[in-house]
């Protein structure tokens, strides 16, 4: 029996409105036309976003977690988080005007010790609906770690000689995510998690070499590449897996090939190094 036990099957339940506002900032975030029907596979992603008030907040932008009733989030006694991994589940597409309901539970919570120290994991099931009709069903893993040691390696390493082999994938586009970008994420999604926007804590507290992308900024890129080959909302699943950190101002291939579960998508650095993975199946 763990000590978080009492969180698991812990709920909440969010509000709010796919509105033709949201809308266009989304699409004017990766330039993108406004569909006259429904909106992109990823926009679920910027509904329900965080709630927090500000006198809240940790020290690094997350809300703080304690042992109230009121806290949704176990108060893993672990600094840093990650969002690591979702596995999605498109069940019918996002109308713009759409009233949107998420009920999000505790499915599990663990602790292990890795190879740089103790590690905790927390899935969320979250289930969307969209005007009464279930629309998206997730599970998000989150991980906490320790604090990084203050001379520990910055991550992830300066690009080495190698570079990506495109000649393995039917389709690869490069692009350079930005400051601007990931600001207007961030400001779409409500993230406050620091290391998206703050240099010098990104370097300084969690020791990484720059600011780092988005995990589902870099899924939206992909459902967008897969949109482009098969079709607005052609995926009926999608399972990603974050690898390496992404660091802006860099470049990042975004890659789509056929697999044998289906459509294997991934992300990398300039010289090969995966920054995240996902499998999709289409409807």
């Known amino acids: 029996m763990s000590k978080w036990d009492a969180w698991i099957g812990r709920t909440q339940a969010q509000s709010d409105t796919l509105d033709a506002a949201l809308a266009r900032r989304w699409c004017a975030t990766f330039d993108l036309e406004v569909p006259d029907g429904p909106m992109p ?56 005007g759409a ?28 289930v969307t609906l969209a005007d009464g009709v279930e629309a998206v069903r997730e599970t998000q893993t989150l991980v906490y770690r320790d604090a990084a040691a203050p001379d520990a390696p910055l991550s992830p390493p300066e690009p080495g000689d190698g570079t990506f082999d495109t000649s393995a994938w039917d389709v690869v586009q490069t692009m350079t995510p ?16 620091r290391i998206h926007y703050d240099t010098p804590y990104a370097r300084d507290e969690e020791r990484y070499r720059g600011l780092v992308v988005h995990g589902p900024l870099i899924t939206s890129l992909l459902l967008q590449l897969a949109a482009q080959e098969f079709g607005d909302n052609a995926l009926a699943t999608l399972a990603f897996r974050a690898v390496s950190p992404a660091i802006v101002g860099e470049p990042l291939h975004l890659a789509l090939r056929p697999s044998d579960e289906g459509i294997e998508l991934g992300s990398f650095a300039s010289d090969g190094r995966q920054t995240l993975k996902a499998v999709a199946g289409l409807a």
């Open 99 to 126: 009233v949107i309901t998420r009920t999000s539970r505790i499915a599990s919570v663990s602790e292990k010790e890795g190879t740089t120290g103790k590690l905790g994991f927390v899935d969320v099931e979250h």
């Open 41 to 96: 596979q990823g926009i679920h992603l910027c509904l329900c976003t965080p709630e927090a008030a500000t006198a809240s907040l940790g020290s690094d932008g997350h809300p703080s977690r304690d042992e109230s009733d009121d806290s949704f989030f176990p108060p893993i006694p672990l600094p840093r988080r990650m969002w690591a991994a979702s596995d999605i589940a498109f069940l019918a597409p996002l109308e713009i």
């Open 178 to 193: 930005s400051e601007t970008l990931l600001f207007r994420y961030s400001a779409l999604t409500f993230n406050t998690h």
